[in-house]
């Protein structure tokens, strides 16, 4: 059993659409992250949360938007999306940021743009 | 910086072993190792830290060469199980440029 739950497990929306993407771990994690999947090649970086704030935004369009509520959560809002953003969308978290301890990843968010 | 792995692809018979190899071409603070099952997230299996450590647990061992910046997983004795892509993860800047590999497709048959 993963100790990341991410919900849902699939989705699909529209390019008009409003969605959001729910992670939650309660590992005491200080650091959470987003990560984009497309198949066939590895997890692709988006955002970091270190302690609540956002660190490290890798150049991700505005229409992904994160949000960290507290140090157990992490949303990803979705809106106006394209088809080329279907992918596995994942969260992960780890105790320190990344490098330096594991990642723990949830099991994912598969969606699809229509 | 993405860094190497090589083989892309290999496939094995239930007992056989196997290495995959990563590497980069900066100085590297940090190499982890996951593996991902068709379908599942991936999961940690080892991190081995600036230093040539080695690491290992059942029959899945890891080395990281400092001076050469590269890192090798070792498979002894393939499971089944063992069957999925192992990614490495590489680190030069204490976690602000962690970057995954493109991943090696391990098959294992019996």
């Known amino acids: 059993d993963t100790e990341v739950t991410q919900t849902p497990k699939h989705l699909v929306m529209g390019m008009t659409n409003k969605k959001s993407l729910k992670c939650e771990q309660h590992?005491?994690?200080?650091?959470m992250y987003w990560y984009k999947q497309k198949a066939k090649k590895p997890p692709e970086l988006m955002f970091v949360?270190?302690?609540?704030?956002?660190?490290i935004n890798e150049s991700v369009p505005s229409r992904f938007s994160p949000e960290c509520p507290n140090s157990s959560l992490l949303n990803l809002h979705l809106h106006a999306l394209q088809p080329e953003d279907s992918a596995l969308y994942l969260c992960?978290?780890?105790?320190?940021?990344?490098?330096?301890?594991?990642?723990?990843f949830g099991n994912g968010t598969r969606l699809t743009v229509t | 910086q993405q860094p190497v792995q090589s083989p892309q692809a290999v496939i094995l018979r239930e007992g056989e072993d196997a290495v995959i190899n990563c590497s980069s071409s900066?100085?590297?603070?940090?190499v982890h190792w996951y593996r991902q099952k068709h379908g599942e997230a991936p999961v940690f299996l080892m991190i081995?830290?600036?230093?040539?450590e080695q690491k290992g647990h059942d029959k899945i061992s890891a080395s990281f060469n400092e001076k050469k910046q590269q890192s090798s997983l070792y498979l002894t004795a393939s499971q089944l199980s063992y069957s999925g892509t192992y990614f490495c993860?590489?680190?030069?800047?204490?976690?602000?440029?962690?970057?995954f590999g493109p991943g090696t497709r391990l098959s294992v048959l019996p």
């Open positions: 081995l830290l600036k230093g040539g």
């Open positions: 590992m005491g994690h200080r650091a």
């Open positions: 949360y270190s302690y609540e704030k956002l660190s």
């Open positions: 993860g590489t680190d030069y800047n204490y976690g602000q440029n962690f970057v």
């Open positions: 900066k100085a590297l603070y940090s």
């Open positions: 992960a978290s780890s105790q320190m940021g990344q490098g330096g301890s594991p990642l723990h």
